[in-house]
């Protein structure tokens, strides 16, 4: 769906992954009735053959598909079509709209009590955790690293209830993070939002901190809702019956 926020002015545009290729060709048929609600989708073979691209490439755009809410896979039966539209991405237990929520509610002031109470061991093991995160080339090990970021802030409030919290959704955050990197390009912009909240930590300002959370959460935010309009944006419904052109994504 990299499947953390939106494309800055003056930027310039992110080269389309094969993946990427792969997930908005699926999700433009499905969204324009060449796939119904109710219908299973061509095999994995089938797909691979036609789209001439590997399996690996085309199950990541099946897990951003059922993540968007328009498919479900089911086991030994293949992927069916259960929305025509993306509304609401769901990760793991939650969706997207519930989990913005409680991290606006939770995290913005989590980082205001940080800044306040951090001891120079949290400040270490998050700047630690950032230069990981800035060398870091295998994405799957930069997510892991990034909810274990949010954690940190967590501990340097000192309260254990909020470190429950971020423990309780971080399986969700690790998702959202994959999707969002995968889909929004938003790795690098994420790592400068991380050493700005980490800066005001530093300074020990807790409106610098809230601040810089709530820039990083905004960010997140419109990038989500940039993924989720992006289909209705890329233009016009073709004529009933007409099938769009299979795109060659490897080529």
């Not at 086991?75 to 929305?83: C, I, L, M, N, S």
């Not at 991405?89 to 995290?107: K, Q």
């Not at 913005?108 to 270490?124: C, H, S």
């Not at 005001?200 to 810089?212: K, N, P, Q, Y």
Request: negative net charge; glycine residues 8%.
């Amino acid at each position: 769906m990299n499947l953390s926020d939106s494309r800055t002015a003056g930027q310039p545009p992110r080269r389309v992954s094969a993946m990427e290729a792969v997930l908005a060709h699926l999700r433009d048929a499905i969204e324009h009735g060449d796939y119904a609600v109710g219908d299973k989708l061509p095999s994995e073979a089938e797909l691979c053959r036609t789209l001439e691209i590997s399996r690996p490439v085309l199950r990541e755009a099946l897990r951003a598909l059922q993540t968007m809410g328009l498919t479900v896979s089911k086991t030994g039966k293949g992927t069916f079509v259960v929305a025509r539209s993306v509304e609401d991405p769901t990760f793991g237990d939650y969706t997207a709209s519930d989990l913005m929520e409680v991290r606006r509610h939770v995290e913005i002031p989590v980082a205001g009590y940080a800044a306040l109470r951090r001891t120079p061991e949290n400040l270490d093991h998050l700047a630690h955790l950032l230069d990981r995160m800035e060398r870091e080339t295998d994405t799957t090990a930069w997510v892991a690293m990034d909810t274990l970021f949010h954690l940190g802030v967590a501990e340097a409030a000192q309260n254990p209830v909020f470190r429950r919290v971020i423990e309780e959704i971080r399986d969700a955050l690790a998702r959202q993070s994959a999707f969002l990197n995968e889909l929004g390009g938003r790795r690098e912009q994420s790592d400068r939002e991380h050493r700005a909240i980490l800066r005001a930590l530093t300074d020990g300002s807790e409106g610098d901190a809230t601040a810089a959370m709530t820039h990083h959460l905004d960010r997140v935010g419109t990038t989500l809702t940039d993924i989720v309009r992006r289909g209705r944006q890329d233009g016009p419904t073709p004529a009933a019956g007409h099938r769009a052109p299979h795109p060659r994504p490897g080529a």
